[in-house]
């Protein structure tokens, strides 16, 4: 049994709201109980105290949408590669890479994003992956690093067919099988969905064909309109627009996610909104990608569940949530919108998305609720009340700042220090990993500290 407290305890509970002095019970995986520091410590003396010294403590975070396989490309320069349009950050850098990763490279991947995220509160990852280097068994392998971080993990696979035929059925069966895993284990910290990449790089037949290997078991994570080729394609090559088709599939429904939804219409929302269908903004990836802005606020008039993802462009939930405010309101150039949408993204839909596909209460901290809590190393130098905490998080807070991680009740991260993990051990390791594939990319070889 774990007290963690002595912080500003921040529960996004209404009937509890801020306690200045504050902290939590835990017991297995959930909250047994929470209040004030002085309460706790003498109704749980046989606890093992988690000091939070005087940081805030708060709900853990959830990205509901990431990709582990770009986890090596941090640093990365690939010869002769100068995007001018999306479709060539696709085709030289991102399918380059997943096309050269082998379960090696996609364990590193995956053990260099869980470290990540935990360093950042992030304990609740939606990942959309690709290896085409090595497809089967791929999931696997990510779901075993998940385990022995700690993190809980909702994976799939992404089908295309950029890569011929027999790619695609591998992507599928790679979905099928890791959806049958998943529905015979049982753990309450994995689940799967049905991945696909855009619509522009899917066929009619391998829609049917990953239909028919769902068979209604799980929803599917999809992008859709991250860039205008997916609508163009989708008008020229089958007379609809990208959703319309996706209905027409039977893909949309509550246990769907579309990523980025960018270049949607009025009718299209209404659809997603009338199936119940999710949709995911990556705001830092739609900008630096130079695909446009999710039409966030359009979104939310129609009443769609609107979640908060980073595409991999960070793992820091709060970098990615400052960058969704301005960004919406540079699009409406408007200086007071955006504020109540984007922090309940991330705050409140997120852990909406999240109770979908798994059994534990996210996002808010009370008892009986999943014991993921992070602390913060913030002290605050202006009035700080249940009033401000979100701008005290907006423009106060960095995910670096996260020290303490728990998730599920399994103490990751405690004053900053990762427990059971060898860092440096994994550091190396991942290294040799990110060299081989530098090395394939660029043609050339990379000495032991990793340069040229």
């Not at 997943?98 to 995220?117: E, F, I, K, Q």
């Not at 163009?232 to 996706?246: E, F």
């Not at 540079?330 to 504020?339: H, T």
Request: proline share 3%; glycine share 10%.
């Amino acid at each position: 049994m774990y007290l963690l407290a002595n912080g500003r305890l921040i529960t996004r509970d209404p009937a509890r709201g801020y306690i200045k002095d504050g902290g939590v019970a835990i017991r297995g995986r959930s909250i047994l109980d929470l209040g004030s520091t002085a309460e706790l410590r003498a109704k749980y003396p046989e606890a093992e105290f988690l000091d939070a010294r005087g940081g805030v403590i708060m709900p853990a975070f959830i990205n509901a949408h990431t990709h582990i396989y770009s986890a090596l490309a941090r640093g990365l320069s690939i010869k002769g590669y100068h995007a001018t349009n999306f479709f060539e950050v696709l085709d030289g850098q991102w399918w380059a890479i997943d096309r050269r990763l082998s379960l090696g490279g996609t364990r590193a991947s995956a053990d260099a994003l869980m470290m990540d995220c935990i360093k950042q509160g992030v304990t609740t990852i939606f990942d959309h992956h690709a290896s085409y280097g090595e497809i089967p068994g791929s999931l696997s392998v990510i779901a075993e690093s998940a385990k022995r971080f700690g993190l809980r993990a909702c994976l799939c696979y992404e089908v295309s067919d950029r890569d011929g035929e027999e790619k695609a059925l591998q992507a599928i069966r790679e979905n099928a099988d890791f959806i049958t895993q998943c529905e015979k284990e049982q753990n309450p910290m994995l689940a799967a969905m049905f991945g696909g990449h855009a619509l522009f790089t899917l066929s009619d037949k391998s829609f049917d064909r990953m239909a028919a290997a769902n068979n209604g078991r799980t929803g599917y994570h999809i992008h859709v309109s991250e860039g205008m080729n997916d609508v163009y394609d989708s008008l020229r090559s089958y007379g609809r627009r990208p959703v319309q088709r996706l209905h027409d599939h039977g893909i949309l429904g509550p246990k769907t996610l579309l990523g980025h939804c960018i270049h949607v219409n009025s009718a299209e929302i209404d659809l997603i909104r009338e199936t119940g269908t999710m949709v995911v903004n990556n705001p830092e990836s739609n900008m630096g990608n130079a695909v446009g802005t999710c039409p966030v606020l359009q979104l939310y008039r129609k009443g769609v569940l609107l979640g908060l993802g980073t595409d991999a462009y960070t793992n820091d939930m709060l970098e990615s949530v400052k960058v969704a405010l301005i960004a919406q309101r540079q699009n409406a150039c408007l200086p007071n919108v955006g504020w109540q949408e984007v922090t309940q993204m991330l705050f409140a839909n997120n852990a909406k998305i999240a109770a979908r596909y798994f059994p534990d209460q996210l996002g808010i901290l009370k008892p009986g609720a999943s014991a993921d809590v992070i602390v913060m190393d913030y002290k605050p130098f202006t009035p700080f009340s249940d009033a401000n905490v979100d701008g005290h998080i907006l423009f106060g807070m960095t995910g670096r700042q996260c020290r303490t991680t728990v998730a599920a009740g399994r103490v990751l991260m405690r004053d900053g220090e990762l427990l059971g993990i060898d860092e440096e051990a994994e550091n190396a390791h991942i290294l040799e990993e990110a060299k081989k594939l530098w090395g394939e990319l660029n043609h050339c070889a990379y000495n032991a500290e990793g340069e040229l």
